[in-house]
């Protein structure tokens, strides 16, 4: 069963416009969120993380929100930009150095 | 700069075969991840190292073995390769210890692997 989901396998937004990805996990354990961005052929790159003990946090077009309650985080992309087309995956960590990865959402933003 | 190589990009091997990959880091990390990557599945992960010598199975360890004799190499083996090991695989890296900053791990290139 996965404990980290990313529901929607792919979104498309126009440039400039906001991209919103969303994440659900059903551990309530995990206290440490990460997103990682993959271009194809490349591994993963770290791009924002989140404790358990904040709602947002925010790092230039980047913004990620945590709603404990509802055992959901979403990544806030504005403005986004064509060379944000990737696919992106969200991260939870519970204990020690693991991490349990969703599925992954591959963006398209249109010129 | 921090770096995580994989030896291959692409590779292609036939049924049955014996495959190795293998991932070096120059960070001094001491744990040594392999996850594979599939559509719609994430990334699961095979094994972990967190020491020279140990290992530790992850989520999908079948017909999958380690090695690790040196702290900067971490080799994934496919004892008998199979057309369903067909995958991107991954190899990450962290620096132990308990604060926020040793949860993040840094990856190799990926090796895409498919057997024939």
């Known amino acids: 069963d996965q404990q980290v989901k990313q529901n929607s396998p792919s979104l498309s937004v126009q440039e400039g416009r906001i991209s919103i990805l969303n994440c659900d996990y059903t551990?309530?354990?995990?206290?440490?969120f990460l997103w990682y961005k993959k271009y194809p052929a490349e591994g993963p790159t770290f791009l924002i993380s989140?404790?358990?003990?904040?709602d947002k946090n925010e790092d230039g077009r980047f913004t990620v929100f945590l709603n404990k309650s509802a055992k959901h985080l979403s990544l806030h992309i504005v403005p986004s930009q064509p060379g944000d087309s990737a696919v992106y995956f969200c991260?939870?960590?519970?204990?020690?150095?693991?991490?349990?990865f969703g599925g992954g959402t591959r963006l398209m933003v249109k010129p | 700069d921090v770096k995580v190589t994989q030896s291959s990009r692409y590779l292609v091997k036939r049924t049955g075969e014996k495959v190795f990959l293998e991932c070096v880091q120059d960070?001094?990390?001491?744990?040594m991840f392999w996850y594979r990557q599939d559509p719609g599945l994430g990334l699961r992960l095979i094994y972990f190292?967190?020491?020279?010598?140990?290992?530790e199975k992850g989520d999908i360890p079948e017909g999958y073995s380690v090695s690790r004799e040196k702290k900067e190499r971490f080799s994934l083996i496919l004892e008998s390769a199979s057309t369903n090991q067909t995958s991107m695989y991954l190899c990450?890296?962290?620096?132990?210890?308990?604060?926020?900053?040793?949860?993040?791990?840094?990856f190799g290139p990926g090796t895409r692997l498919t057997v024939t």
């Open positions: 990450a890296s962290t620096k132990s210890g308990s604060g926020y900053g040793s949860y993040e791990q840094y």
């Open positions: 551990n309530s354990m995990f206290d440490y």
């Open positions: 989140i404790s358990s003990i904040k």
């Open positions: 991260a939870a960590n519970n204990a020690g150095n693991m991490l349990t």
């Open positions: 960070m001094d990390h001491e744990n």
């Open positions: 190292s967190y020491d020279v010598k140990m290992k």
